[in-house]
């Protein structure tokens, strides 16, 4: 008897397939309650290592590793059924060397169960993608804003504002196409740039912060659901959970202190002796 599911999850390929096409909605998710109503409506999923600000409260995602990534990576396949599940790999975890890469990419690939890998850096990272994917790792790229990079960017600072500094991060882009990623996250690029990036290459692009040029979006989850302490200003709120979050734990604070609780009698209709 066949063990496999009868329900079929978005591949890496019918992600790229999806030039041109019909725009791709991602989202992250960190946990598997969060990635269960994600998955209702978004083609992908990112376990994003922005999981570093939003769930640990660090200041940027240098100090994220390999074992938080896979840990909520395999959370986030449990709560969800259809999307492609795409897991960040962390600062540290690839740069040095496409072996490193591939060993890190194996243990998320093997340990989540997830569909594809996403890693920063254009040009000087054309060679590990392509080493990668040769082996049989969907990878997604990340140019423009490489959040990972802030020790040597100095802050988050769009990129590309002026045309002259264009060129740098179309070569990025180009050359992560070319090395076999099936898409490729554009993060806090100027409109134009994002557009001319968006027609120029073979895969499509995902913005953030970059216009609705590209071929989808994705927004970190905590950050559009209003729940994020800062938000970039190019996100738009899609609800304002923070308040509504502590007006509930409010509630509850003062039914206790006035043991306005409800007791067991409330559920099991019980009658307490006096
Ligand atoms: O870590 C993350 O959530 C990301 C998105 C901002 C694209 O990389």
């Known amino acids: 008897m066949s063990v496999q599911s009868t329900i079929r999850r978005k591949t890496a390929p019918d992600i790229r397939a999806r030039k041109n096409g019909e725009p791709i909605v991602m989202l992250t ?48 396949m ?55 994917v040769e082996r049989g790792i969907p990878v997604m790229g990340h140019i423009g804003l490489t ?3 802030i020790n040597t960017l100095g802050s988050f600072r769009a990129q590309g504002r002026e045309e002259g500094s264009w060129e740098p991060i179309e070569n990025d882009a180009k050359a992560i196409s070319q090395a076999g990623a099936f898409s490729v996250v554009v993060e806090a690029v100027a409109e ?24 989808g979006q994705v927004l970190v989850l905590e950050d559009m659901l209003g729940l994020s302490a800062r938000t970039p200003k190019f996100v738009r709120r899609y609800g304002n959970l923070g308040p509504m979050i502590e007006a509930a734990i409010e509630g509850y604070a003062t039914d206790v202190r006035s043991r306005a609780f409800p007791g067991p009698e409330h559920v099991y209709g019980m009658k307490t002796k006096n």
């Open 29 to 76: 998710s960190y946990h598997a309650h969060t990635a269960a109503l994600v998955d209702r409506y978004c083609d992908v999923i990112l376990v994003g290592d922005s999981l570093g600000n939003v769930m640990h409260g660090f200041e940027t995602t240098v100090p994220v590793t390999l074992e938080m990534m896979i840990l909520q990576g395999h959370a986030v």
């Open 78 to 132: 449990r709560g969800s059924q259809h999307a492609l599940v795409v897991v960040d790999m962390p600062f540290g975890s690839y740069e040095a060397s496409k072996e490193q890469a591939f060993h890190a990419a194996v243990r998320i690939l093997k340990e989540t169960h997830c569909g594809a890998v996403k890693l920063e850096g254009g040009e000087r990272m054309a060679e590990t993608v392509a080493f990668l």
């Open 147 to 149: 959040p990972q990079s």
């Open 192 to 215: 134009p740039l994002a557009r001319k990036i968006t027609e120029t290459i073979a895969i499509p692009t995902i913005g953030i912060g970059a216009s609705a040029a590209c071929d």
